[in-house]
């Protein structure tokens, strides 16, 4: 049974979302970051970071959300949130998956807290130009591959709605986006069941 070690509210809910899209069958194990269970003995040897999410799936032991969507997705190929390895779109895949951790989400923070790197520094550029290169791809209507949704729109998708919630997006279409992303039943579900361990 596929275990994800969560807390509500945090970035764990990548792979809660990820999940409910597979609709495949697991259990949270939920930790009490105010208490700092993340940082006891036993969940180090799991996650030396001492974060969630942290996926345990048999022998399988996982960290950082974007390796854990990258692996859940290729470890059921029959639900279609990766292309397969010989697939002409897997390349893509591929740069926007890294794209989310290394690009999207250090160019948000960034911008949040209201400072910036040298862009020629800066691995992940600038806020603008990182809003530059999703934006064409997910416009009319597109997810980052065209019609399919994928594991990558979790990543990148993710941060885009912590950046809309934040009041830091404006593009047109990384809104729009954005309201895709919301409307999808996985992403509700995931949201209802997020909300409710708040509670
Ligand atoms: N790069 C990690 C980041 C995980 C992360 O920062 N998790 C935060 C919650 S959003 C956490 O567990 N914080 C608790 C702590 O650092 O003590 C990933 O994407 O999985």
Sequence with gaps: MIMLYHAPGT????????????????????????????????????????????LVDGRTKLTESAAICAWLADRFPEKGLAPAMDATARPDYLRWMFFAPGCVEPAFTEKLNNYATDPR?????????????????????????????????????????????????SDPALLGYNERLGKRSAHQLACEIDSELVA
């Design 121 to 169: 520094q800066a691995a992940w550029g600038s806020f603008d130009d990182v809003i530059a290169t999703i934006g064409p791809a997910v416009d009319q209507g597109r997810y980052l591959l065209g019609k399919a949704f994928c594991a990558a729109d979790i990543m990148v998708g993710s941060v885009v709605r912590w950046g809309v919630f934040a009041g830091l997006v």
């Design 11 to 54: 970035r764990s809910f990548r792979v809660l979302w990820m999940l409910e899209e597979l609709g495949v069958p697991y259990e949270l194990q939920m930790l009490d970051l105010e208490q700092q269970e993340q940082k006891s003995a036993p969940f180090l040897e799991l996650n030396p970071m001492g974060k969630v999410p942290t």
